[in-house]
T-cell receptor
Framework: SQQGEEDPQALSIQEGENATMNCSYK?????LQWYRQNSGRGLVHLIL?????REKHSGRLRVTLDTSKKSSSLLITASRAADTASYFC??????????????FGGGTRLMVKP | EAQVTQNPRYLITVTGKKLTVTCSQN?????MSWYRQDPGLGLRQIYY???????DKGDVPEGYKVSRKEKRNFPLILESPSPNQTSLYFC??????????????FGPGTRLTVL
């Protein structure tokens, strides 16, 4: 079962615009991580936000976490054509005796048009 | 250079022929895992390992085996591959503090085709 689900599945914007992607999850988490993937390549870590944090920034990236709504958002400001990629959220959650699992959502495909 | 390596990067094989995809990390990470990525399904976890000799099933473990005899290596074994295991496979690793995973480092991927 997918713990994290991204919304929208696909997003197309013009260069310079902001891009917002959302991630919803179902259970309590330890942390939530955002990754970027260029077509067919490995995932690259962007930001990790812990359950006791509400907002984090890294360059043009801003991540928020609302544990009451079980949701997170990734904002990319002043987008560039090079930001075109798929973006995934992943949640680290403790599953009882099974220990911790890191579960990825289905991803948002972002296209930034020059 | 800190990295996760996977081999082979590309593999075409036939149904039933046992194969192993190797994964190795040089960052002394406790946590390692295998994912498969299929169009429209995102990344699905196959198996993960919290440390040496500690492995657990992920969401889609059927048809796969793993072992963690050394901290740096986490091979994925397909005893009898079938066409539905045609996919793009990723290995990942991270530190694990009290069982909580941290930033994942991904390998470059292995594209497997089973005929």
């Amino acid at each position: 079962s997918q713990q994290g689900e991204e919304d929208p599945q696909a997003l197309s914007i013009q260069e310079g615009e902001n891009a917002t992607m959302n991630c919803s999850y179902k259970t309590s988490i330890n942390n939530l991580q955002w990754y970027r993937q260029n077509s067919g390549r490995g995932l690259v870590h962007l930001i990790l936000i812990r359950s006791n944090e509400r907002e984090k920034h890294s360059g043009r990236l801003r991540v928020t976490l609302d544990t009451s709504k079980k949701s997170s958002s990734l904002l990319i400001t002043a987008s560039r054509a090079a930001d075109t990629a798929s973006y995934f959220c992943a949640t680290d959650a403790t599953w009882g005796d099974a220990g911790n699992m890191l579960t990825f959502g289905g991803g948002t495909r972002l296209m930034v048009k020059p | 250079e800190a990295q996760v390596t996977q081999n082979p990067r590309y593999l075409i094989t036939v149904t039933g022929k046992k194969l192993t995809v190797t994964c190795s990390q040089n960052m002394n990470h406790e946590y390692m895992s295998w994912y498969r990525q299929d169009p429209g399904l995102g990344l699905r976890q196959i198996y993960y390992s919290m440390n040496v000799e500690a492995t657990d099933k992920g969401d889609v473990p059927e048809g796969y085996k793993v072992s963690r005899k050394e901290k740096r290596n986490f091979p994925l074994i397909l005893e009898s591959p079938s066409p539905n295991q045609t996919s793009l496979y990723f290995c990942a690793s991270s530190f694990s503090i009290s069982g909580v995973t941290d930033t994942q480092y991904f390998g470059p991927g292995t594209r497997l085709t089973v005929l």
